[in-house]
């Protein structure tokens, strides 16, 4: 179930662009490497619970429900650093990633289909 009011600080809550759903883009990135392992969606309390537990946290639209990556498959994402971009319309969150990001068993979710490589 989806908090409707969040302990989200003001001040970030301010800058947030949300979709029409009330969710942000969130990109998380191995800290260590910078690869990119996954995309995923917060809402407020989601992104607060990333910042105030170090467990990065999300909201999943087809479960409808809060999730801990990792919570389930042990495949945690320690979250290291949390920015916001230039229009406020995505986060990314730089984490310490334990196993495979994707939920078919691979590194990250961008292994499979290069659709453009050099």
């Known amino acids: 179930m989806?908090?409707?009011t969040s302990q989200l600080d003001p001040a970030i809550a301010a800058r947030l662009k949300r979709n029409a759903d009330g969710l942000v883009c969130a990109v998380a990135q191995q800290c260590r490497t910078g690869e990119v392992l996954m995309v995923a969606w917060m809402d407020d309390?989601?992104?607060h619970r990333t910042l105030t537990t170090?467990?990065?946290?999300?909201w999943s639209r087809?479960?409808?429900?809060?999730w801990v990556k990792g919570e389930s498959s042990g495949h945690a994402q320690q979250v290291h650093e949390v920015r916001l971009d230039c229009d406020?319309?995505?986060?990314?969150?730089?984490v310490d990633q334990t196993g495979p990001a994707c939920h078919t068993g691979t590194r990250t979710c961008f292994d499979a289909d290069a659709l453009l490589t050099p």
């Open 2 to 4: 989806r908090v409707e």
């Open 45 to 47: 309390e989601a992104l």
């Open 54 to 58: 170090g467990r990065a946290t999300y």
């Open 62 to 66: 087809s479960r409808e429900e809060y």
């Open 88 to 94: 406020g319309d995505t986060v990314l969150v730089t």
